[in-house]
């Protein structure tokens, strides 16, 4: 929580804008879920509010979205970024333990839920705040993101411990066995799973090095900047030679695979 109430600003300024890759995927999902006027839908791990404003159009004044998220600067920045009404409202809240007094006819968890220490733990309560036939909707990344693996890569193989040694791997559920199997095990129906690829260019290499630098928590950045110049322009270098097969004209278009789940409890 400390890195994301750090990271949040640079998240949202860079992330959450429309036609964004990954973040395409959201009228997708909320297709998917037939989201509609009168619904009271459950954002979990909501950050700075990706989805709460279409969320918002597609419920109306008769419905309420809920945002839930662990990290307070996420949360604050969603309230900013969003009008004070009635029927929207925040909770800093853990979606393993979050209660709330009422039922809601979805819930949404958009490139979330691989940050969960026990996602089983959290769909199944989770899955006590859903009416009966309600809907649940998860979007996570698959498994060819080259814009995060060209570099996760190569800098893990530099600095070893870049990563802490207990953290949970976040392409856990990248495949769709592995996320169907979460979902289903969690005792949800109706599964569907679609497999959808969109585009990123991030510019040329150099802006590509710079914005993800510049992007990434401070105990990252240190280890980064802790390298003598010869191993970071090797790290750099080493990079650019993973990011050759997307290149064309100068200029980088990644791929980004997406899983968008849809489920009935």
Known sequence: MDIWNEVAPRYHKKWIKPKAAPFNCTSEMLHMLNIRRGDYVLDVACGTGSAITELMKLVGTHG?????????AALNIARQGNPALSNLGFVNGDAETVKFARVFDAITCQFGIFFFPDAPAALLNLKKVLKESGRLGIAVHGQDTPYHTCFIKEVT?????????DM????????????????????FADI???????????????SYWENYIQYIAEPYRQKIESLSDTERTSLQESIRYKTIQYIK?????????????GAIV
């Open 64 to 72: 309420c979205v809920v945002g839930v998220d662990m990290s307070w």
């Open 157 to 165: 193989r530099y600095i070893p411990d870049y990563y802490k040694p």
């Open 168 to 187: 949970l791997p976040l392409d856990r559920y990248s495949q769709i066995e592995s996320l169907y199997d979460l979902v289903k095990d969690a005792g």
């Open 192 to 206: 569907t799973i679609r497999d959808v690829t969109y585009t990123f260019s991030p510019g040329n290499f150099t």
């Open 249 to 261: 004209d100068d200029i980088i278009e990644f791929p980004w695979q997406v899983l968008i789940l």
